[in-house]
C-alpha cells in the first residue's frame, strides 16, 4: 500500500472513531435528560378531553356488547 494511502485511511479512521464516541457521549447526556423529566411527570393529574373521549368509547362499546347479547338471546328464544 501507497504510504499516503496509508495516511488517509489512518486518519480517516481516528475521524470516525472520535465522531462515534461524541456521538455515544450525546446519546448518553439526551438519555439521562430524558429520564429526569420523566420523573418530574404528574400522573395525578384531571382527565383531559382525550380522556374523556375514551370513556365515552368504552361506555358506547359497552353499550353495544350488551345490546348485541340481548338480541342474540331473543334469536335463540324464538328458534
Keep these: 500500500m501507497d504510504s499516503n494511502t496509508s495516511l488517509v485511511v489512518d486518519g480517516g479512521l481516528r475521524t470516525v472513531g472520535i465522531i462515534v464516541l461524541i456521538l455515544g457521549i ?3 447526556l439526551l438519555w439521562k435528560s430524558m429520564n429526569r423529566q420523566i ?3 404528574n ?3 384531571p382527565p383531559g378531553p382525550q380522556d ?3 370513556a365515552a368509547d368504552e361506555h358506547f362499546t359497552e353499550e353495544a356488547v350488551i345490546h ?3 338480541e342474540r ?3 335463540e328464544q324464538r328458534t
Excluded: A, Y
Aim: no cysteine; hydrophobic share 40%; proline share 0%.
Design 39 to 41: 420523573k418530574k411527570i
Design 73 to 75: 338471546d331473543e334469536d
Design 43 to 45: 400522573i395525578e393529574l
Design 26 to 28: 450525546v446519546v448518553f
Design 68 to 70: 348485541g347479547e340481548e
Design 52 to 54: 374523556e373521549r375514551i
